[in-house]
Nanobody, 126 residues
């Protein structure tokens, strides 16, 4: 399984971006998936997760109401729609897949993830 994250860029505070994560090898519905981010000098942190079923989602408190995680109709893609971006959202965003998750399980710990994409840079200027 390979994951490819894309969609990052340089935006101003208040702008929106949509990140995409494309899975190859197996349909993404086979896995629980999530987004993590790592800012310079900081550890990687959880951002959002979605279950295999797509019916359950979970967010880091600071992004609730601004970010939306979803699965694409093609079933091999996952998205993170980010609104009202803030400078503190600046980080490299990576997508991950947990192959051992149950149908409605969401995975919020990085150690639960078996596969990772290479990351896409999001920079928010003030």
């Amino acid at each position: 399984v390979q994951l490819q994250a894309s969609g990052g860029g340089l935006v101003q505070a208040g702008d929106s971006l949509r990140l995409s994560c494309t899975a190859s090898g197996l349909p993404s519905s086979t896995y629980a998936m999530g987004w993590f981010r790592q800012a310079p000098g900081k550890e990687r942190e959880f951002v959002a997760a979605i279950s295999r079923s797509g019916s359950r989602t979970y967010y880091k408190e600071s992004v609730k109401g601004r970010f939306t995680i979803s699965r694409g109709n093609a079933k091999n893609t996952m998205y993170l729609h980010m609104d009202s971006l803030k400078p503190e959202d600046t980080a490299v965003y990576s997508c991950g897949a947990d192959r051992n998750a149950e149908w409605h399980q969401i995975s919020i710990l990085s150690r639960e993830y078996d596969y990772w994409g290479q990351g896409t840079q999001v920079t928010v200027s003030s």
